[in-house]
């Protein structure tokens, strides 16, 4: 038995607009974290293997509104809603993933349907939807994904002419200051209890796990970006970029998509601790903090084969936590249960 088991969770990064937010919707979003890795401690002190973990703990944040992925997800420019989601096994390599899905309540379960019942990797749109309904996954009618926060988010995305609302948060901003049109006559819309600037939130959510037999595995899901193009595919489901997984490390990435993918961010900071030989540390900031920060926006969260946890991003937030399970000291009081919003 491995001395710890570990799950590490995000909720997607952003621009904070924490003077405006009260403690009270601060404390919805911790809560919300610390409710799933309880979730995923249960399942890990029974015995549950990291992919049954990761598993669970996407979809827990897929049945939360507040998270851009399943219920949560946003609306792409013709209104309609786009998820896309991975996961990988670090054993053996093993992938899958769906993209451009609109009727599968939860992505991250079709994408474990697709590693473990098919010859591929990823499956997108129709495609997709037709194989999660023949492995009997649940199907639920386009309305089920409705959020009047998020539609509201797409109303103010068509009025401004801009694409992304959540994802690329500090480029959108400078946009913003320097822009020469009169917002002075805009409504305010109420979007929900967001403690990250909605506007600018980088919507993905993502967890990694190190199981007690030594295993990893990590996983991704989206709702993609407020008035995307119809049919644009992030970096979620893209092994590599948006997730990533072998024997040494699990990756969960979240940010500017197309940032993750030119940088195939999550198998940089692998390939940096297998052939370079650095720390888990020393990669992933390496990465987040230096090479993606020069085309995007974002942050990563990462464990080791030997339980070492980091988070590092390089907006202003990121949902984000963790517990450490003690193997060898059965009692709950040994656990250690972290939770964060900002840096």
Known sequence: MNNKSVLVIHGGAGVISKS???????????????????????????????LDVVQEAVRLLEEDPIYNAGKGSVFTELGTNEMDAAIMDGRNLKAG??????????????????????NHCLLVGKGAENFAKSKNLEIVEPSFFFTQNRYDQLLRAKEEKIQVLDHDGESLLEKEKNSSVDNSSTTTISVGVDPIDPK??????????????GNLAAATSTGGMTNKMHGRVGDTPIIG?????????????????????????????AAMMEYGGMSL??????????????VGDGGVICVDKHGNVEMPFNTEGMYRGYVIIDNNKPNDENDIITVSIYK
């Open 97 to 118: 993933a769906v993209g451009g899905v609109s009727v599968i309540r939860n992505p991250i379960i079709a994408a474990r349907a697709v590693m473990e019942h098919t």
């Open 20 to 50: 405006t937010i009260s403690g009270e919707k601060e404390q919805i979003f911790l809560n919300s974290l610390e409710n799933i890795l309880l979730a995923g401690k249960k399942i890990l002190k029974q015995g549950g293997t990291s």
């Open 281 to 294: 540390k020393d990669a992933s900031n390496k990465v987040v903090m230096e090479k993606l920060i020069t």
């Open 200 to 213: 600018y939130k980088m919507g993905t959510v993502g967890a990694v796990c190190l199981d007690s037999f």
């Open 241 to 269: 970029a948006g997730v990533y997984a072998n024997k040494n490390v699990a990756v969960s990435s979240t940010g500017t998509g197309e940032a993750f993918m030119r940088t195939v961010a999550a198998f940089d900071i």
